[in-house]
């Protein structure tokens, strides 16, 4: 059986702004990783990736921070 993943990932404002072009991590954003989630069904990951993407940031920042009464009023705004 396969299993297929939708993942939100986070970067740090100072590499991803390029504060330092020389450093390392520079070309190798430090991520990480604030939610995931396996689907047995490709149809579903697709699914639930495409309605991710089209939330605004804050909603996103609010989903990925558990932020579930902010992500509830964000959500009504919609």
Request: glycine share 2%; aromatic share 16%.
């Given at each position: 059986?396969?299993?297929?993943?939708?993942?939100?990932?986070?970067?740090?404002?100072e590499?991803?702004n390029?504060v330092?072009r020389?450093?390392?991590?520079?070309?190798?954003?430090?991520?990480?990783?604030?939610?995931?989630?396996?689907?047995?069904?490709?149809?579903?990951?697709?699914?639930?990736?495409?309605?991710?993407?089209v939330?605004?940031?804050?909603?996103?920042?609010?989903?990925?921070?558990?932020?579930?009464?902010?992500?509830?009023?964000l959500?009504?705004?919609?």
């Open positions: 059986m396969r299993v297929y993943y939708v993942y939100m990932l986070r970067c740090f404002d590499h991803c390029g330092d020389h450093c390392y991590r520079y070309t190798r954003r430090p991520l990480r990783l604030v939610y995931a989630e396996e689907f047995s069904q490709v149809v579903d990951a697709i699914a639930w990736e495409k309605r991710l993407k939330w605004t940031h804050k909603k996103k920042r609010a989903f990925a921070d558990r932020d579930w009464p902010l992500l509830k009023r959500s009504a705004d919609a």
